[in-house]
């Protein structure tokens, strides 16, 4: 996800987020359930977390930017799934089979600690910054849901 922010003078980018989720599963958990001959249900959940970095364009004659942070303790990505099947053809060697679920996909980015650069009034990315662990920046929330069928 990108987050990005416009200053008032003409439309000159002052701030831009980027939090990343990608390949972020830590533990997934899954269970496969045979109700009867024809019908079975699938069930998983997984758990993640990611990471941020924030840059700013703060610095008045730079064009390039002024100030930059990297959260690496961000948090939270859950996912889960149901599905349903229900073979309609089955012979020895295979079967087709069809179904239907629900995905729910949970995504807070709550950026926590980290460590950056920032330009001070009288130089460029002059200030090394360090934040504590537990120390708050920001945070983000999306939810997503999807029902399919195969």
């Known amino acids: 996800m990108h987050k990005l922010g416009l200053g008032s003078a ?5 701030s831009q987020l980027n939090w990343e ?15 009867d ?19 700013d364009w703060l610095s ?4 390039d930017w002024s100030d930059r942070s990297t959260r690496p303790n961000t948090d939270h990505y859950v996912a889960g799934a149901i599905e349903l099947d229900r073979i309609i053809y ?10 239907a679920g629900l995905r729910h996909t949970d995504v807070q980015w709550t950026a926590y600690g980290g460590s ?3 330009s001070s009034e009288d130089g460029f990315r002059d200030q090394p910054v360090v934040w504590a662990d537990r120390e708050l920046e920001t945070a983000i929330g999306k939810r997503f ?6």
């Open 90 to 99: 089955s012979n020895e060697t295979s079967s087709i089979t069809i179904g």
């Open 116 to 118: 950056g650069t920032h």
């Open 21 to 35: 989720s990608k390949g972020i599963t830590l533990f997934t958990a899954g269970a496969d359930a045979q109700i």
């Open 37 to 55: 001959d024809d019908r079975s249900v699938k069930g998983s959940v997984n758990f993640g977390t990611g990471h941020m970095v924030d840059t």
């Open 145 to 150: 849901r999807l029902a399919s069928s195969a």
């Open 10 to 14: 003409k439309g000159h980018k002052c």
């Open 60 to 63: 008045p004659g730079h064009d």
